[in-house]
């Protein structure tokens, strides 16, 4: 970011000063400086200066924006890499701005970089793609598990019982399907079928401005899907459609709403997204389970049973609706419905051993 300044000098006097950072011919950054007789003149300046560089970019990108495809070494995607980790990108809230990215976010963009330059040796651009060997950053083990423990989900699912029906209904639904927020607050009593033991994704519940809004479709083509689901997760279902006809008694003949949505808000409307959150926060709390992502931590915990259970990749795709990058797996990797099947199989007998109750 270039910077105007006001400084005195032995040969010129008091002369206006046009500051900036950019790239030398060694690689690394430098101040830079350029006098000038008017405040006008050094501001002009600068403003010109700071566009030049934000075209060029700022971190990673700023490391191989200037280097010419084909010299294009391994050694600049290291730096590239390490640059974003230090310094980042542009912020969405302020341009002008930078700040270090997650190393998870730096391995994404390795992964993009890899791809497109093997793109390029395929189309004989480059004789190789130095991101191959490269090395991303090893994402942190800090953070802990990203899905619960086996442990942990018995807990969660035995604290939800002792908080109702409508409760253990919800965290099982998480744990059997792995939906996304927005997914698990879209479903309706029209999306299971009771007697194929199925459930389809078909609308999401979003938030804006503080306010639930319904949206027909999914995240993706992928997110709209049917998967199987256990029988004991049908039979709350089933128990959960009871409950809520009979609230839709009490709000009134003049309630004729469609979708029946299986978890709703007020009066059937959709519940907000924060209010599940805040909810699944506190069962969290209750059963002594720390951490972030109290919605989303049920989908990563649904995804590894699922691949701990199958090993198949494209199974778990699939289920969760993942849109996959990975063309090799899109292509020679194939879904089956017997390991689908059988990964319901298995979420039934998670929710009907605990302490040998259903």
Same mark, same amino acid.
């Given at each position: *970011?270039?910077?105007?300044?006001?400084?005195?000098?032995?040969?010129?006097?008091?002369?206006?000063?046009? =500051?900036?950072?950019?790239?030398?011919?060694?690689?690394?950054?430098?101040?830079?400086?350029?006098?000038?007789?008017?405040?006008?003149?050094?501001?002009?300046?600068?403003?010109?200066?700071?566009?030049?560089?934000?075209?060029?970019?700022?971190?990673?990108?700023?490391?191989?924006?200037?280097?010419?495809?084909?010299?294009?070494?391994?050694?600049?995607?290291?730096?590239?890499?390490?640059?974003?980790?230090?310094?980042? %990108?542009?912020?969405?809230?302020?341009?002008?701005?930078?700040?270090?990215?997650?190393?998870?976010?730096?391995?994404?963009?390795?992964?993009i970089l890899s791809v497109a330059l093997g793109r390029a040796v395929k189309r004989h651009l480059i004789p190789g793609n130095?991101?191959?060997?490269?090395?991303?950053?090893?994402?942190?083990?800090?953070?802990?598990?990203?899905?619960?423990?086996?442990?942990?989900?018995?807990?969660?699912?035995?604290?939800?019982?002792?908080?109702?029906?409508?409760?253990?209904?919800?965290?099982?639904?998480?744990?059997?399907?792995?939906?996304?927020?927005?997914?698990?607050?879209?479903?309706?009593?029209?999306?299971?079928?009771?007697?194929?033991?199925?459930?389809?994704?078909?609308?999401?519940?979003?938030?804006?401005? +503080?306010?639930?809004?319904?949206?027909?479709? %999914?995240?993706?083509?992928?997110?709209?899907?049917?998967?199987?689901?256990?029988?004991?997760?049908?039979? *709350?279902?089933q128990a959960q459609k009871t409950r809520i006809l009979e609230q839709a008694l009490a709000w009134g003949?003049?309630?004729?709403?469609?979708?029946?949505?299986?978890?709703?808000?007020?009066?059937?409307?959709?519940?907000?997204?924060?209010?599940?959150?805040?909810? *699944?926060?506190?069962?969290?709390?209750?059963?002594?389970?720390?951490?972030?992502?109290?919605?989303? =931590?049920?989908?990563?915990?649904?995804?590894?049973?699922?691949?701990?259970?199958?090993?198949?990749?494209?199974?778990?795709?699939?289920?969760?609706?993942?849109?996959?990058?990975?063309?090799? *797996?899109?292509?020679?990797? +194939?879904?089956?419905?017997?390991?689908?099947?059988?990964?319901?199989?298995?979420?039934? =007998?998670?929710?009907?051993?605990?302490?040998?109750?259903?």
């Amino acid at each position: *970011m270039a910077s105007v300044r006001k400084i005195s000098t032995k040969s010129a006097g008091t002369v206006w000063q046009a =500051r900036w950072r950019e790239r030398g011919p060694d690689g690394h950054d430098r101040s830079c400086a350029k006098n000038f007789s008017s405040h006008r003149a050094a501001r002009d300046y600068a403003n010109i200066k700071e566009q030049t560089i934000e075209r060029r970019g700022i971190g990673g990108a700023r490391e191989l924006g200037d280097i010419p495809l084909t010299k294009l070494t391994t050694a600049h995607v290291d730096n590239a890499l390490s640059a974003l980790l230090r310094q980042g %990108g542009r912020s969405q809230r302020d341009p002008k701005q930078s700040r270090p990215l997650a190393r998870s976010t730096v391995r994404r963009v390795h992964r993009i970089l890899s791809v497109a330059l093997g793109r390029a040796v395929k189309r004989h651009l480059i004789p190789g793609n130095p991101a191959a060997d490269a090395t991303p950053p090893e994402t942190s083990s800090s953070s802990g598990p990203k899905g619960f423990s086996a442990q942990e989900v018995k807990a969660l699912l035995d604290v939800a019982e002792t908080k109702g029906p409508e409760t253990l209904t919800l965290t099982a639904l998480l744990l059997v399907t792995g939906l996304r927020r927005s997914e698990v607050l879209g479903v309706s009593f029209e999306d299971v079928d009771f007697e194929a033991g199925t459930l389809t994704v078909r609308r999401t519940v979003l938030e804006i401005a +503080h306010q639930p809004v319904e949206r027909e479709g %999914g995240k993706s083509a992928a997110a709209l899907r049917t998967i199987s689901i256990p029988p004991a997760l049908v039979a *709350m279902l089933q128990a959960q459609k009871t409950r809520i006809l009979e609230q839709a008694l009490a709000w009134g003949p003049s309630y004729s709403r469609s979708p029946l949505y299986c978890l709703p808000g007020p009066d059937g409307k959709a519940m907000a997204p924060e209010y599940l959150s805040r909810r *699944m926060r506190q069962l969290m709390q209750a059963a002594g389970i720390s951490g972030r992502s109290p919605v989303h =931590r049920w989908r990563h915990t649904s995804g590894s049973v699922l691949y701990d259970l199958t090993r198949n990749v494209k199974t778990v795709q699939q289920r969760l609706g993942h849109s996959s990058y990975h063309t090799t *797996m899109s292509i020679y990797v +194939h879904a089956a419905a017997e390991r689908d099947r059988e990964a319901s199989e298995h979420f039934e =007998r998670i929710l009907t051993t605990r302490n040998g109750k259903p």
